[in-house]
C-alpha cells in the first residue's frame, strides 16, 4: 500500500452509471471517497475487489463516504465497452456509481489511470474529505484493514464537522483551524447548538 497526502486529481470520465448526473472530486467533498479502479475481464476484480465495493457502499453512510467504481480498460478495449459495462453492473447488481475512463488517441492506457500513476487493476485509492489523495493499493485488499482505513479516514478532522458519541457536532475543522459551533455560556462553559 502507498500512502500519500497530495491533491488527487480530477476523474477524467467519459460517462457514469448509477448516478443521474456526473460526478466529480468536487462534488464528493466532505465525504471519504473510496475509489476501486477495475476491469470486467480482470479475475480479481471479479472475484474479490467488487464484491468488496458492494459492502463498503452497503455498509457506509452515503453521506460520509461515496464508493465509486472506475471501468479503467487498459486491454481488450473492444470487448469492454459502455454498454457491455451496463450489462455487466445489473448482471452483478452493482449499485454504486461507476464511471468509465477516458481514453484520447491511440494511448492504450486511460487518463485517469494515468493521472493517478496505477499500475493496473485492482487498484483501490482512498481520497479524504478534504480532496487528498491518502491511500492507493494495487490488488487483493483484505476487508477488514480496508474498513479500518476508511473509518480512520472519517475520523479526521477535515471540511465536514465531526461528530460525538452522541451524535451531535463536536467541532467543525477546515482551512487548518477548528472551532467549537457553541456559544460559550455566562459561566465560561461551552454549550451545543
Not at 478532522?157 to 460525538?164: K, L, M, S, V, W
Request: charge should be negative; include cysteine; aromatic fraction near 6%.
Amino acid at each position: 500500500m502507498l500512502s500519500i497526502s497530495k491533491p488527487a486529481p480530477e476523474w477524467r470520465v467519459d460517462s457514469w452509471l448509477n448516478t443521474p448526473q456526473p460526478l466529480s472530486l468536487q462534488s464528493l467533498r466532505g465525504r471519504v471517497i473510496v475509489l476501486l479502479s477495475f476491469q470486467m475481464l480482470c479475475p480479481g476484480c471479479v472475484a474479490q475487489a467488487l464484491p468488496l465495493a458492494a459492502r463498503v457502499h452497503a455498509t457506509f453512510p452515503h453521506d460520509q463516504v461515496a464508493m465509486i467504481g472506475l471501468h479503467t480498460v487498459f486491454e481488450h478495449h473492444e470487448a469492454m465497452t459502455p454498454v457491455a459495462l451496463r450489462a455487466f453492473a445489473h448482471e452483478y447488481r452493482l449499485q454504486f456509481p461507476i464511471g468509465v475512463d477516458r481514453h484520447e488517441g491511440t494511448q492504450p492506457l486511460p487518463l485517469t489511470m494515468q493521472a493517478y500513476g496505477m499500475r493496473g487493476t485492482p487498484t483501490w485509492t482512498l481520497i479524504d474529505r478534504a480532496g487528498r489523495l491518502r491511500q492507493q493499493h494495487f490488488g487483493e485488499f483484505d476487508p477488514l484493514r480496508l474498513g479500518a482505513e476508511i473509518a480512520a479516514l472519517m475520523l479526521e478532522p477535515g471540511t465536514a464537522a465531526t461528530r460525538d458519541a452522541a451524535g451531535t457536532e463536536a467541532v467543525s475543522c477546515s482551512d487548518g483551524t477548528c472551532a467549537i459551533p457553541s456559544s460559550p455560556n455566562p459561566d465560561g462553559a461551552h454549550a451545543h447548538a
